[in-house]
């Protein structure tokens, strides 16, 4: 008895001291997870510490995979949108000049005839012209050398001068945005070469307004005249298609929907068809061809001038105030942030409605609105975008305050 008790006292001995010593092993364990984690913490906090860092920092940080994606995709899908564009307008182009010209030509009088001739192919070349130039034209971008600006904030992107109304194009990032400065401006505020070479870094944009897919290219300081241009005569080349070719849509969805009565009563009689039966007659391949052109193109041209139509009036208000689509949600912020201390905000950039346009459209002189406005003209903006002083076509302008 006595010989079995010391065993097991023996081996409770030894199990205690093994647990004694895993005791000692699982705190040292998780003494060294411990200054392991605040290590590692510490680290990340010295690489990453931002006195300036806030959540809304840290949700952007977040999403900016997404951001990526979204970027790269509408990137890539410029150079379908910029063909998508070429080839529906090329075929109302087609559809025109095969199908409805020549019976204009047969059943106008003289003076409609030449009407529309002449309007027709003024706005074809207008659209032609405006689409052209803003596609190939940059939109401008203020120079790398920190030296010749001054007053001017530093873009947290790319790390170059900010001047006033300018923003960094997180789509534009990169050389693959071809449309960007194929055309340089003469004030030599683009990094491109004479040669009209693409942009190799990243660039802020000159008073920016937005990236247009459509154009593959920013709109900003030296093409965005050109993008409104474009917008609004392709407008009015829509409705100017859809008013003109109303009866003719008419008579061709009357013709198409006689098609399908004329088929489904062929196919009947092909089911039943005997010796002494012969099936309707069938409208031959041209006429179904016209008569679905003819509804096409009204179809298109309805929709695009309702949907171009909303933009070129937005685009239209916006430039009446002297605001870009960016400027609008800044001025708006200021507009509230000061109404709830009880002032007011002024557009500084605003010199009136009226003037507002001259300054846009570049119109220095009556003879401007022929030369510069209803005929294609390349004069570039007032003004090189990096400073924004007064435009000589603004007689008297009372220097706007933030705040009264």
């Known amino acids: 008895m006595r010989s079995q008790q010391r065993v097991f006292a023996a081996v409770m001995r030894l199990l205690l001291k093994c647990l004694r010593l895993g005791r000692r092993r699982r705190l040292k364990l998780v003494r060294q997870a411990e200054q392991l984690w605040h290590y ?7 690489l990453l510490y931002n006195s300036f860092t806030n959540g ?5 940080s977040l999403f900016e995979p997404i951001y990526w994606l979204v970027d790269h995709i509408t990137r890539w899908f410029g150079v379908v949108f910029v063909a998508l564009v070429i080839s529906l307008t090329s075929s109302i182009v087609a559809i025109v000049y095969i199908c409805l010209l020549p019976l204009i030509l ?3 009088t003289p003076s409609w005839i030449c009407w529309h001739l002449a309007y027709g192919h003024w706005n074809l070349v207008m659209i032609v012209f405006h689409y052209y130039m803003a596609i190939t034209t940059s939109p401008g971008h203020p120079p790398q050398a920190k030296d010749n600006l001054t007053g001017v904030s530093i ?4 790390i170059a001068p900010k001047p006033a109304r300018t923003h960094h194009c997180s789509i534009c990032n990169s050389p693959q945005a071809w449309g960007c400065c194929l055309t340089p401006p003469k004030h030599g505020a683009c990094s491109g070469t004479d040669t009209g070479t693409v942009l190799l870094s990243p660039r802020c944009v000159l008073k920016m307004d937005h990236h247009c897919p459509w154009l593959n290219n920013c709109v900003g300081h030296y093409n965005h005249r050109y993008f409104f241009s474009f917008c609004l ?4 080349g829509c409705i100017y298609c859809s008013i003109s070719s109303w009866e003719m849509f008419r008579d061709a969805y009357a013709a198409i929907e006689k098609m399908k009565l004329l088929e489904k009563e062929r196919l009947q009689v092909a089911a039943n068809q005997t010796y002494y039966q012969t099936p309707p007659p069938t409208f031959s391949f041209g006429q ?9 193109l009204w179809v298109l041209c309805s929709s695009v001038a309702l949907a171009l139509g909303a933009l070129t009036l ?10 870009t689509s960016i400027e609008r949600h800044i001025n708006k912020k ?11 905000f002024r557009n500084p950039y605003s010199y009136g409605g009226w003037d507002n346009w001259k300054v846009f459209l570049g119109v220095d002189l009556p003879r401007h609105w022929l030369t510069r406005v209803l005929l294609p003209s390349p004069h570039l903006p007032h003004g090189s975008g990096l400073s924004w002083d007064l435009p000589p076509c603004v007689k008297e302008h009372h220097t706007p305050l933030l705040a009264l």
Request: aromatic share 12%; with cysteine; net charge positive.
């Open 56 to 60: 809304d920092v840290v949700l952007d």
């Open 155 to 158: 873009c947290r992107k790319c």
């Open 334 to 344: 200021e507009r509230q942030r000061l109404q709830k201390k009880g002032k007011v």
């Open 106 to 108: 047969q059943t106008y």
């Open 233 to 236: 005569f392709m407008t009015m």
């Open 288 to 296: 179904r061809a016209f008569h679905k052109s003819v509804v096409y």
């Open 314 to 323: 937005w685009h239209a208000a916006l430039i009446t105030r002297g605001e």
């Open 40 to 46: 590692w913490h510490l680290c990340l906090r010295s």
